[in-house]
């Protein structure tokens, strides 16, 4: 009897039917390949994962991030889908510890109350519920016209007494901005009131000293209904007096009302939204004696905390460092606003909680440090409070807490002229890159008086979603709506993908944002992890393509977040379970069996003219590491069929090890595959070339 060796070719085909995928391999799951010299490709099991962190974060990590600061010292931030004060928001884990540090927040609706000393830019705020403190800050959700100033955005606050603090007023160039009369307090100030004329859709604005021209723009971020009409969002001013100005709603008014913005009892309120930011935790050293006024809190009076605030609320993060800085910024899908602001954490001051720049936009959809020039880019970002999904905003080089451009500094903003929204942005090789879910735009520092250059290098390949893009060796890649691409010296080109079908046709695009990119570049692969539709909206698969041999697998597993090579040594991941774990670590899945496995398509002889009956079969694989124990455990399956369309029959599965010389399945078909799977703990395996005997056995 003849005898045949079976070469696989390399990587996986889907797209492919089982009988036209000969002699090559139709499914997958945690497997990879490895190039061989002659041009074929050789299956091994995956590298196996192990516990980075012993306990569970009970919250699923969205994004993790590892940096190291200037006390060598090496930390690893996670950012959780946290809706609620139950779960972990943000936190950090250095030296096996772990830190909570997710920003907390108040609000409060007050009547206003203002302060101001003619020629001072300084305002007193009084609020009830504030017990603000050193580290904290305010924004200002209704504009408060007090003094000839107009006082609405983000500021840092200063402690008076537990129900009062103060801010500096600044100009639209960010330089304090003096008051032009002295207000005193109880009362002093008002928000915008609104006259609201039945049918008409032009609202007239009662504000002090408003300071808006015609053209301006008027941002409402509390919504207000009166009339038939609601008023959220931005509109053009039209200038009237000093005093007051019109808006166009683009609606018509159903009846006649005068209500004041944020109306409470009829009167209107301010609304402040304070950022909590606890100092470092005390020890009996310093906290012991004395009071907040002696020692390192000698600067003012701060008292103890009041006012913890709660937990924000995040379906995501974007995450970065600057330095030693911790750079974070949450997104939440379920909000109005969906984007929120930008924080920092510095391990090495040992605040309790992640601060917020006030400075920064108060509104994004994420966050990057370009480099070497060291600016954080927002993107989906705002000048008003409310978001425009194609702008870019950069800070000043190495200033993150200078924004507002002028002619000293370099930070600046653009707006992506195509596109409906910027989807992603990550700091590529030599240039920040930008994915609108059309296209891919440059964005290349070239100094003052510019900063950046913005050019659009790819058109039709938009990103698919926020973390889909990587950058593995100097090369791009991404998967778009309907193809995956790389960016490399060519530029912009699609990646072949044969396994198509099995990402595209199964994904949960009702939950596209949850798509998280892997590299790997130990072994120059990149995997997409991603939800199909029957897994109810969670991550449940991948895709994996190996960027050297241009080859693909899949399979099923889940990992939510993900971190390549650094400074903690092999890539790390975060799974549904809330455990983080660290890859090629192991064998196995974390101490358990790993669920290896593939099989091929089906192999004929003469076309399938005639019916084949084979009777032994040679193993031939590697069955452990170089220098290890060579005592790995393979199961083989054989699948036997005359017709494709028919249910195989299957023939085994035979055990195989080192000592297995040949295997006697004795089945007869036109048409036979092969499945090969994982069994024990300790295994590592890699297939050869599997020989078998053969012999003709009736032509149909």
Request: charged share 10%; net charge negative; glycine share 12%.
């Amino acid at each position: 009897m003849p005898h045949a060796t079976l070469k696989m070719s390399g990587g996986v085909d889907q797209n492919r039917t089982p009988a036209l995928n000969e002699a090559a391999i139709s499914t997958t799951n945690l497997v990879r390949f490895v190039p061989d010299k002659q041009g074929l490709t050789l299956v091994q099991k995956l590298g196996g994962w192990t516990k980075f962190f012993p306990n569970s974060i009970n919250s699923i990590i969205r994004n993790l991030w590892a940096w190291e600061d200037t006390n060598a010292n090496a930390h690893l931030a996670f950012g959780c889908q946290a809706t609620t004060a139950a779960g972990n928001g943000l936190g950090v884990i250095t030296n096996n510890n772990q830190q909570i540090i997710t920003p907390t927040t108040s609000l409060s609706d007050v009547a206003v109350s203002c302060e101001t000393v003619s020629g001072s830019p300084l305002v007193v705020i009084n609020d009830i519920n504030s017990n603000v403190n050193l580290n904290d800050s305010v924004y200002i959700q209704t504009q408060i016209s007090v003094g000839g100033l107009i006082l609405f955005g983000q500021y840092p606050v200063t402690y008076l007494t537990s129900t009062s603090y103060y801010i500096t007023a600044i100009d639209a160039l960010g330089n304090p901005l003096p008051a032009t009369a002295t207000v005193g307090a109880p009362g002093g100030g008002v928000v915008p009131v609104f006259t609201i004329t039945n049918g008409s859709p032009i609202v007239g604005v009662a504000l002090p000293n408003h300071g808006y021209q015609t053209g301006d723009t008027f941002t409402v971020l509390i919504s207000t209904t009166a009339g038939g009409i609601t008023l959220y969002g931005n509109y053009i001013v039209t200038y009237i007096d000093d005093n007051n100005f019109t808006i166009s709603t683009g609606s018509t008014a159903s009846s006649s009302v005068t209500i004041p913005l944020n109306a409470v009892g009829g009167v209107g309120y301010a609304q402040y939204e304070y950022f909590i930011t606890p100092g470092a935790l005390p020890t009996s050293l310093f906290y012991g004696e004395g009071t907040y006024g002696d020692g390192l809190y000698g600067i003012g009076q701060i008292p103890p905390y009041g006012n913890q605030g709660t937990p924000i609320a995040a379906t995501d993060w974007t995450l970065d460092n600057w330095g030693d800085y911790l750079i974070a910024c949450p997104h939440n899908a379920n909000l109005q606003i969906p984007g929120g602001g930008i924080y920092q954490w510095n391990p090495i001051v040992g605040l309790q909680s992640a601060s917020l720049i006030p400075q920064a936009p108060p509104a994004n959809d994420g966050c990057f440090v370009a480099m070497p020039q060291r600016q954080i880019i927002a993107w989906g970002t705002t000048f008003t409070g409310i978001q425009d999904p194609l702008l870019i905003r950069w800070c000043d080089v190495d200033n993150f807490n200078s924004w507002v451009t002028n002619a000293i500094n370099q930070a600046g903003s653009y707006r992506i002229p195509r596109g409906s929204r910027i989807v992603g942005c990550i700091q590529g090789p030599q240039q920040g890159l930008i994915w609108t879910d059309l296209a891919v735009w440059a964005m290349q520092y070239a100094g003052p008086p510019y900063v950046y250059q913005f050019n659009e290098i790819g058109t039709g390949c938009g990103l698919i979603s926020q973390k889909a893009a990587t950058s593995m060796n100097g090369v791009v890649y991404w998967m778009g709506q309907s193809q995956f691409f790389m960016l490399g010296s060519s530029g912009v080109q699609i990646i072949t993908c044969p396994i198509w079908d099995v990402i595209f046709q199964d994904l949960d695009t009702n939950n596209l944002s949850k798509i998280r990119v892997a590299a790997n570049s130990n072994f120059g692969e990149i995997a997409w992890y991603y939800p199909t539709k029957s897994n109810g909206g969670e991550i449940n698969a991948y895709v994996k393509y190996n960027v050297a041999l241009n080859q693909w697998d899949f399979g099923t597993l889940d990992r939510t977040a993900w971190i390549n090579q650094s400074i903690f040594g092999p890539p790390i991941g975060a799974a549904l379970n809330t455990y983080i774990y660290q890859h090629e670590t192991s064998t196995d899945a974390d101490g358990a069996p790993l669920d290896a496995s593939f099989q091929t398509g089906y192999f004929v002889i003469s076309d399938g003219e005639w019916k084949v009956f084979v009777d032994q079969v040679w193993p031939d694989m590697k069955w452990g590491y170089y220098g290890g124990t060579q005592g790995a455990n393979v199961l083989l399956t054989f699948y036997v069929t005359d017709y494709p369309g028919d249910q195989p029959i299957a023939y085994g599965p035979y055990n195989m090890n080192i000592s297995t010389e040949y295997l006697t399945p004795r089945f007869r078909g036109r048409l036979m595959s092969m499945k090969f799977e994982n069994v024990g703990v300790g295994d590592f395996w890699r297939v050869g070339a599997m020989r078998y005997r053969y012999q003709q056995d009736g032509k149909f």
